[in-house]
């Protein structure tokens, strides 16, 4: 097992070089002026431009930019904006709050899409079973972004039950980004464990358990669905990851200040120190994420061996 | 604004429909006029230090601007300057200026604002070494070559610009605590007008001792002091009761409040969340949505800036007179305006900006007026028979309109005429800055200034900064030269408008519409009006 995890993280070496290589050269790489922008609506005089190429490097080889950042980084420097503010002070006022958000997400995606799931995998093409077929496949066929804009329109702004946008971002706050963001992937979960249950209902190790007289509760509760949970666990970890990094759409709906809308404003005012920084970090989490994930399998099913 | 453009382009259409159906929403609100109250508005995160001679862009100057007063302010009701911390600006030959500035005015931290505090950020902004975005601002004072010498190759280029070879401009001096003289190197009778921009501010002593703290924490001179500031968030100012300008604002906290995205902020105006917030989404201008969602709550005025067509010169058959006439009289703006905008536009019949002291309307003439048979009968005369083509990006939301003036053309002409967009406005401008544009394009112009003056000189002087289509005409330029060297304000306005008629029959680009802006305020708030360049005017606002 430690060997296991050992190897998995010196494979994670390679995997964090290439892809911040990668982050670092398409940043600089987009078409188009870096300073554009940053003076407004007028071109930025010369002198401002040389002192910003020389602040990035900018005027040396590709490869000795990205070596000079990379060491940097390792030291735990994460650069400057453009606008003198600490990437790493962003990087820490930004992730909490994204993670919150995630955090409320999973939690609702896993509640609501696997009790939906193992009660509609327990009953064949009874009414429950047919009406979270249906509901989930209406969840799945809108996006996110329209879930969002009704979601504030309806609650927000007709109903009033809830304020429009996020303006202090406490948990509670985020419960309905959180059950926004968590739409799409609450169905794919339901789905999932729902596929997943009612295949093992079925599987050999379920008959013995019923043989052996075990109540019900403790058949579906402990057999099935630790062994159903497999995929699920799975969708649900990466999921996690791409949470942390890809909620730009529900955070922009609702004012969130997490790490979606700070990449997405740094990829349009093309502030690279700023986008390489916010990636790598998600690179790490996606990374880490994968290992626990992994981690996890060996103990829903003992057969899981890692050495 | 680049901000705002990346939107998926399916949100405004859901949103319009949904929105439809909306009241507006109500929140309890005081009665009576509050001059304690504290107002939230729109901003977006500032893109630079928080120094005003090197922040050009949006976001970190509605942050600086109430921090500051500079020797002029422009009157919201008109634009025009009127004097603010100088008690009088002097010249008798439009070269050398002598500045009195008013005694007895503190910043924030008690220290006083003399000439130094202004000859010193001028000197420190100017300073090549200090690479600030304001630094160009300066480059008619005497003296600024030696502080700015120019890069030889290009700043993209290895070669390494040379040393400046003094500190401060000569042009500036010194002459005791409350006045100072500026020299120009060349005469330049709008000099005076140009100095309200936030570069020209002064800056206090603090802020050359430790530059890293006055960014955490600006230091400034004018109506709101500084309180605090979360990047990514917000930033509060709070007013401060010592200002010694005529105006006093009649609010006491000011939020500019960072937003993800426009539509967010729009949901919160709409929600009466949000005090104020200028140029609505597009999800909100389309098909007049914020009419139904606001109602009384629009705010709306003529802003500086329009909307045209340039030519690139160096690229034939643009550089052909008869053909330029022919596009120009061949689009029908009238139309484009009512259809496409709503209104919102005002077609324009010159290059300079009504609102301009001493604008004159007309000045295009026939050139600017639709007339299918003259622009038949011009298009003949230049010979052309290919195809025109019309370039822009369209990030911005200007492919309807863009698309309804090729057919304008195209109609009208009976050539063919194709519009080509491109995606972000970023890379279209690299081209054009490089010439190396492969049809007519898009082009518009927010002035830095409200003079007539600068909706001639940087766009169609020979070699002026923003001359992008190298357009060129002698006896333009040596009217424009004349007009700077006027020594008062109506003789070189009439000069100026002289040039703009020597101009006109070369058409070097095509006057298409002015602009309204559209903007939101909430039910809190009594008054709030719009300055002519598109901010909020913060004297104006009332909280009930």
């Known amino acids: 097992m430690g060997r296991y995890v050992l190897r998995r993280l010196l494979q994670m070496v390679p995997v964090f070089v290439g892809t911040t290589f990668l982050i670092y050269v398409l940043v600089w790489a987009v078409p188009g002026d870096p300073f554009e922008g940053k003076c407004g609506e007028r071109d930025c005089p010369a002198s401002y431009i040389t002192m910003m190429r020389e602040r990035f490097n900018l005027d040396d080889p590709l490869l000795l930019q990205y070596w000079k950042y990379l060491v940097n980084l390792l030291q735990g420097d994460f650069g400057v904006t453009s606008s003198g503010v600490q990437v790493v002070d962003r990087i820490a006022a930004t992730f909490p709050v994204t993670l919150r958000l995630a955090l409320v997400a999973l939690l609702v995606e896993a509640v609501i899409g696997i009790t939906a799931g193992v009660v509609s995998g327990l009953r064949d093409r009874g009414f429950l079973d047919s009406l979270v077929l249906v509901s989930t496949l209406f969840l799945i066929s809108i996006p996110v972004f329209v879930t969002g804009y009704a979601v504030q329109l309806v609650f927000g702004l007709q109903l009033g039950w809830i304020a429009p946008t996020v303006t202090t971002p406490t948990f509670g706050n985020l419960i309905v980004p959180g059950f926004v963001l968590a739409s799409l992937s609450m169905a794919y979960v339901a789905r999932l464990s729902r596929a997943s249950i009612a295949e093992n209902r079925r599987a050999d190790y379920v008959r013995t358990a019923l043989a052996k007289g075990l109540p019900t509760r403790r058949i579906v509760g402990v057999h099935l669905l630790r062994n159903s949970l497999i995929p699920v666990i799975t969708f649900l970890g990466t999921d996690l990851g791409a949470f942390l990094g890809g909620a730009i759409v529900t955070e922009g709906i609702f004012n969130v200040p997490g790490v979606g809308g700070l990449v997405f404003r740094s990829i349009l005012t093309k502030d690279g120190a700023m986008v390489t920084g916010v990636v790598t970090v998600l690179v790490l989490v996606y990374l880490l994420m994968t290992l626990l994930v992994d981690l996890l399998y060996a103990v829903l099913d003992p057969r899981i061996r890692y050495d | ?544």
């Open chain 2, 1 to 544: 604004m680049a901000r705002a453009r990346s939107t998926p382009r399916l949100v405004p259409a859901v949103v319009a429909v949904a929105l439809a159906a909306t009241a507006c929403g109500s929140t309890d609100t005081p009665t009576g006029s509050n001059a304690d109250a504290g107002i939230t508005i729109f901003n977006t995160e500032p893109e630079n230090p928080l120094v005003p001679g090197n922040t050009t862009e949006v976001g970190g100057s509605r942050v600086l601007d109430p921090l500051f007063t500079g020797l002029v302010e422009y009157r919201a009701r008109d634009a025009q300057p009127v004097n603010a911390m100088a008690e009088s600006i002097d010249t008798t030959d439009s070269k050398t200026f002598t500045v009195k500035i008013k005694k007895d005015w503190l910043f924030h931290d008690g220290s006083p604002v003399t000439a130094k505090s202004f000859v010193d950020a001028w000197n420190w902004t100017a300073y090549g070494p200090n690479g600030t975005q304001g630094a160009s601002f300066f480059s008619q004072i005497e003296g600024y070559d030696a502080v700015h010498p120019k890069d030889p190759d290009g700043p993209d280029k290895p070669q390494a610009p040379p040393a400046p070879t003094a500190e401060t401009m000569s042009g500036l001096a010194i002459v005791d605590d409350h006045t100072f003289t500026i020299t120009l190197s060349e005469p330049f009778a709008v000099f005076p007008v140009t100095i309200g921009y936030e570069v020209f501010a002064p800056l206090p002593e603090v802020f050359f001792k430790d530059r890293a703290a006055f960014e955490g924490h600006p230091i400034g001179n004018g109506p709101f002091k500084f309180v605090s500031r979360t990047v990514g968030t917000d930033i509060k100012l709070t007013r401060n009761d010592d200002y010694k300008g005529d105006d006093k604002p009649k609010f006491k906290d000011l939020t500019l409040k960072v937003y993800q995205s426009r539509e967010s902020a729009y949901a919160d105006l709409v929600a009466n969340n949000l005090d104020f917030m200028e140029e609505l989404p597009p999800n909100a201008l389309a098909g007049r949505q914020y009419e139904t969602d606001l109602g009384d709550r629009v705010v709306q005025r003529e802003t500086l800036n329009n909307q045209t067509i340039a030519f690139p010169f160096y690229l034939p058959p643009y550089d052909n007179v008869d053909l330029r006439r022919a596009i120009s009289m061949a689009i029908n703006r009238e139309e484009i305006t009512e259809r496409i905008f709503e209104g919102t536009r005002k077609p324009a019949d010159g290059w300079v900006h009504p609102l301009m002291k001493g604008y004159r309307p007309g000045q295009c003439g026939e050139y600017c007026t639709f007339d299918p048979d003259k622009a038949k009968a011009a298009l003949a005369k230049s010979g052309y028979t290919g195809e025109i083509v019309l370039l822009s990006n369209t990030d911005g939301g200007h492919q309807e309109w863009a698309e309804a003036v090729v057919n304008s053309i195209k109609n009208t002409l009976g050539v063919q005429a194709r519009f080509v967009p491109s995606t972000s406005f970023g890379e279209f401008r690299q081209k054009v800055n490089a010439h190396e544009m492969t049809g007519m394009y898009r082009a518009g112009w927010v002035a830095d200034y409200p003079s007539i003056e600068n909706w001639l000189t940087p766009l169609f002087r020979t070699g002026a900064s923003s001359n992008d289509g190298l357009y060129s005409n002698p006896a333009f330029d040596a009217k424009l030269a004349e007009a700077d060297k006027a020594t008062s304000e109506d003789e070189a306005i009439e000069l100026y408008l002289e040039a703009e008629r020597i101009m006109a029959p070369d058409l070097p680009s095509i006057p298409l519409w002015t602009q309204n802006t559209i903007a939101g305020r909430s039910d809190r708030l009594k008054v709030a009006n719009l300055d002519p360049f598109r901010t909020l005017d913060l004297f104006s606002v009332e909280v009930a």
